[in-house]
């Protein structure tokens, strides 16, 4: 080979080497300049001029006390900006309204609670009196619920609360279960007849009865069972006060802490039954049946036909509720057609049957006890009645 020859090879293998290291080069150039945008893309958290370690990053795993505001601290901000436009003050924004979310919506949900309440305070006072209830009582009501300041000195006040410290001054006490054999079940008529007279009541003296049922949750269903029990032996001069102890002491009347005591006398019952129902006038079919007990009551079993009226339909304040507001709980009924009203034992029932009564109904009170009693034939009475009779109340 001439030496001519030899010179040509040597200038195109110089070439051949400068063409290849070319084309490396560019292959170099576009694989770093992809990972640099994915990088970028992830907020530059392998970006070396970040400072990002990978061994420091190695010592941090496991390490609570390791700081967390490395290069890929700023990732979220830098991704927003890469991958939709978004601006780092646009960014740094969203990161303080997501730190301060839960302290702010707390807040607002303390202050939305205080506004709501002022609200409803502010409707109550602004209500029309039309759609207030009325607690006016005519003269038909007046004789069985008796106003505070229609109370004269020839009433004998009759406190029957369970647990009573505070009593109207003057008052005679006995707490209502002095007339129950057990739960449900009341003393033989002699015996409630003698239980009055040692208390100084005879059946022709004008007696106000009052009293709560705390452990019941308050209210007059004691007062108002009283009564039907002193109206069954018949006692024509009983009424129910139309307010407690309580309400008489905020009158600015006098109270005491201990009851009065007066002289003992004959009570002679002379017994009513229409206003009790029995069993067979409940099975009738004649009468329109109220089950005055809780709607979960009333679900888990009833008797057929009722109504579900639950005692407090008919309260206010743990008062009986104006005439105008009983009209509308009543509207269901025929006024023309007895109602028999029950609860469990009769006792909250008697509310209910109290209220129907002060508005002109034809009611009688029964226990659910009774009707449970009396599906089982060997377990009624020899008369047939599931309520009041001469024997028991």
Request: glycine share 8%; aromatic share 6%.
């Amino acid at each position: 080979m001439t030496s001519k020859n030899t010179t040509s090879m040597k200038s195109i293998l110089i070439l051949m080497g400068i063409f290849c290291g070319s084309l490396l080069a560019a292959l170099l150039l576009t694989e770093c300049a992809s990972a640099g945008a994915e990088c970028a893309s992830l907020g530059g958290a392998c970006d070396d001029s970040s400072g990002w370690d990978p061994m420091a990053k190695l010592n941090e795993i496991g390490n609570v006390t390791a700081t967390q505001q490395s290069a890929g601290a700023n990732w979220p901000k830098k991704s927003r900006e890469i991958r939709w436009g978004m601006n780092s003050s646009q960014g740094v924004e969203d990161e303080i309204g997501e730190e301060n979310e839960s302290s702010v919506a707390s807040d607002s949900v303390q202050q939305a609670e205080a506004e709501e309440a002022k609200d409803v305070q502010n409707a109550a006072r602004a209500l029309p009196n039309e759609l207030q209830i009325n607690m006016t009582r005519s003269l038909k009501a007046r004789e069985m619920l008796l106003p505070l300041d229609g109370v004269d000195d020839a009433d004998i006040l009759l406190d029957v609360s369970e647990n009573s410290s505070l009593h109207i001054e003057g008052s005679i006490y006995i707490p209502y279960m002095e007339f129950f054999l057990q739960p449900g079940i009341l003393k033989p008529a002699d015996e409630v007849a003698s239980i009055l007279g040692e208390a100084g009541i005879s059946r022709e003296d004008s007696v106000v009865i009052y009293g709560e049922c705390l452990p019941c949750g308050g209210g007059p269903s004691v007062a108002t069972y009283v009564y039907w029990m002193m109206k069954s032996l018949g006692h024509e001069k009983a009424k129910v006060l139309d307010g407690t102890a309580e309400d008489w002491a905020t009158a600015g009347w006098a109270t005491s802490g201990s009851a009065a005591v007066l002289p003992e006398k004959e009570y002679k019952p002379l017994m009513n039954l229409n206003y009790t129902a029995t069993f067979d006038l409940v099975k009738s079919g004649q009468v329109q049946i109220i089950d005055a007990r809780t709607p979960p009551e009333f679900a888990m079993g009833t008797i057929a036909g009722s109504i579900s009226m639950p005692y407090e339909s008919v309260l206010a304040d743990k008062k009986i509720t104006g005439e105008d507001r009983l009209d509308m709980v009543f509207m269901v009924l025929n006024k023309n057609q007895p109602v028999v009203v029950f609860t469990n034992t009769g006792m909250k029932g008697s509310v209910v049957w109290f209220a129907l009564e002060m508005m002109g109904y034809d009611a009688r009170l029964y226990s659910y006890q009774d009707w449970m009693a009396n599906q089982l034939p060997d377990l009624r009475e020899v008369d047939g009645s599931g309520g009041l009779n001469e024997t028991a109340i």
